[in-house]
């Protein structure tokens, strides 16, 4: 960055009065302590999941067992989408560093052309995240855990994204339309009859012990349990990764005034546009907490 | 009114048309890093299963923690340029919060190990 920061000065000088000590601006300085202060909220959150993750007696979900569905396309692709989404959004801090670089050089067009493109990026990061949490919401067909502990993948009729033969360690169970099971054995091996109606519903309610699964209210599909894992996993995942979203809905947000701002030339008739500097300092800070999210979350 | 009490720093942060290249390359080089270290994660967490045995789960769970704070570390130092600013302003945003963390960390563990310890005995 070079500038005052690289200048050799004596703690005299620095600390002399009539100059920041740091040699950056107070709107930067208070960015910087906004920051630290909403990383700990965050490290917060983490440590609250990690937390209850280590005190569980329970079987935990297995990041890249639930994580592995990919819009539009059947079977399984374990991690894949966040991968993409995580790519775009170090994509989108990249164009950001790129913009905050061509305000250095007080090149508007460029600081024009970089972040229209951030922004973009964060409007994609929004979407990918909204079609995560739907998929997540209704269930992808999924596991469900009967009372001898063997795991059952169940297809889902109404939503077959998955193809079950891709599920290692799974039984496999065909389910009618209305999730009903039709098993082709029973624990202990007797053949059955396919079931249906009633008497599957009752097969249903009475055979398979669920794993405390993630009800939603608006759960699509008549879905009333949420195959993935304790009901605690999925209140983590709507609450860290609704306060990161959260986080870059309001990012895009700013990144949009700054950019028409930027566009009607207030900074460049400033002199400088640290303006973009600080919204950039901002959106690496997301960018960075989702480092932590996709670590913490969806590889441990 | 003009203010004339204010030094402006970022107008002193400005530089040249070279020296942009040089900071746009270093840019890219960082991307090209963690690009390669996302990959390594999501390989890893997606075939770690088929490649090694399950014994060496703690392995990869440090080896992704240790990866992590490699990124976060670029990004912090390099797209955030805390590593261009002075040596104090770095010390007064990381030393609080390393401070702050490593004590929530340590309660976190020590507290959940008590209480799985708990669940496992009494329940």
């Not at chain 1, 870059?248 to 700013?254: L, R």
């Amino acid at each position: 960055m070079a500038g005052d920061a690289t200048k050799a000065l004596s703690n005299d000088v620095l600390w002399g009065g009539g100059r920041s000590p740091f040699s950056i601006s107070y709107g930067k300085m208070m960015m910087w302590f906004f920051l630290v202060s909403d990383a700990l909220t965050f490290s917060g959150l983490l440590v609250g999941y990690g937390f209850v993750r280590h005190s569980t007696t329970e079987a935990w979900p297995i990041g890249e067992e639930v994580f592995r569905a990919l819009p539009w396309l059947h079977g399984s692709f374990p991690l894949i989408y966040v991968a993409l989404m995580t790519a775009i959004l170090i994509f989108s801090s990249v164009t950001m560093v790129l913009a905050v670089e061509a305000g250095h050089r007080m090149d508007k067009s460029g600081v024009i052309k970089w972040l229209f493109a951030t922004v973009i990026g964060g409007a994609f990061f929004v979407g990918s995240q909204a079609w995560e949490w739907y998929h997540f919401n209704h269930g992808s067909g999924g596991y469900i855990t009967i009372d001898n502990g063997d795991r059952y993948w169940v297809h889902n009729d109404a939503h077959d994204t998955h193809d079950p033969a891709h599920a290692e360690g799974f039984h496999l169970v065909k389910a009618l339309p209305g999730h009903y099971l039709l098993p082709d054995t029973l624990p202990g091996g007797a053949e059955v009859a396919p079931v249906t109606g009633d008497a599957a519903q009752k097969l249903w309610k009475e055979k398979v012990v669920y794993m405390a699964g993630a009800p939603f209210p608006w759960s699509a599909h008549g879905i009333e349990f949420n195959e993935y894992g304790p009901q605690q996993y999925a209140n983590f995942f709507y609450f860290i990764t609704g306060f990161h979203g959260f986080h870059v809905f309001s990012g895009v947000v700013i990144n949009l005034i700054v950019l028409i701002m930027v566009m009607k030339g207030i900074f460049h008739r400033r002199g400088h546009y640290e303006m973009v500097e600080k919204a950039g300092l901002y959106w690496h800070f997301v960018d960075l907490v989702w480092v932590f999210v996709f670590t913490f979350f969806y590889l441990l | 009114m003009e203010r004339d009490d204010i030094i402006e720093y970022s107008l002193d942060a400005h530089h040249s048309e070279e020296h942009g290249k040089k900071v746009r390359q270093r840019i890219w080089l960082v991307t090209l890093l963690l690009a390669v270290v996302t990959t390594v994660e999501v390989t890893l967490g997606a075939y770690w299963k088929t490649w090694f045995d399950l014994s060496a789960w703690n392995t990869i769970k440090w080896t992704y923690v240790v990866l992590t704070l490699v990124k976060a570390a670029y990004i912090v130092m390099t797209f955030m340029h805390l590593g261009d600013e002075r040596r104090n302003i770095r010390a007064i945003i990381l030393l609080p919060y390393a401070l702050f963390i490593l004590y929530l960390l340590f309660i976190g563990i020590w507290e959940s190990q008590y209480v799985k310890y708990l669940w496992e005995t009494y329940l």
